[in-house]
C-alpha cells in the first residue's frame, strides 16, 4: 500500500468517523445500531496504520492471502450488522404489538366509560 493510499484511507476514515459521532450526537443515528460501525471504522484504521496486522492475523487463521481475509471480514461484520438488525426489527414489532394492545384496551374502556354515562 503506498503511502499516499494510506493517507487518503486515514482522512476518509476519520472524516467517517467524525461523521457518525456527529450524528450521534445530534440523535440521529442511535449508538447500539452505529456501534458496530465505530469498531470497524477502528479496525480499518489501525490495518492502514499497520498493513503488517492483516497479514499476521491471516497467516495465524490459515488464510493464505491478506485479501482473502479481508473478503473473510467484511462477510462476517455484513453477517453481524444483519444479525443486529434482526434483532432490533423484532424487538420492535413486540413493542408495537404491545402498543396496539395497550391502545385497544384503552378506547375500549373509553368508549365503556362513555356508554356508562
Same mark, same amino acid.
Given at each position: 500500500m503506498t503511502v499516499q493510499l494510506r493517507i487518503i484511507l486515514i482522512i476518509l476514515i476519520l472524516l467517517s468517523f467524525l461523521l457518525f459521532i456527529h450524528r450521534i450526537k445530534g440523535q440521529k443515528l442511535a449508538l447500539q445500531y452505529s456501534l458496530s460501525w465505530l469498531i470497524l471504522l477502528i479496525v480499518l484504521f489501525i490495518v492502514t496504520i $499497520?498493513?503488517?496486522? +492483516?497479514? @499476521?492475523?491471516?497467516?495465524?487463521?490459515?488464510?493464505?492471502?491478506?485479501?482473502?481475509?479481508?473478503?473473510?471480514?467484511? $462477510?462476517?461484520?455484513? +453477517?453481524? @450488522?444483519?444479525?443486529?438488525?434482526?434483532?432490533?426489527?423484532?424487538?420492535?414489532?413486540?413493542?408495537?404489538?404491545d402498543l396496539t394492545q395497550r391502545l385497544a384496551l384503552l378506547e375500549k374502556k373509553i368508549h365503556d366509560d362513555e356508554k356508562n354515562r
Open positions: $499497520f498493513p503488517e496486522v +492483516l497479514e @499476521i492475523v491471516s497467516r495465524t487463521v490459515g488464510i493464505e492471502l491478506p485479501i482473502n481475509m479481508v473478503f473473510f471480514l467484511g $462477510f462476517v461484520f455484513i +453477517l453481524m @450488522i444483519i444479525y443486529n438488525l434482526t434483532s432490533a426489527i423484532s424487538r420492535m414489532s413486540n413493542e408495537i404489538k
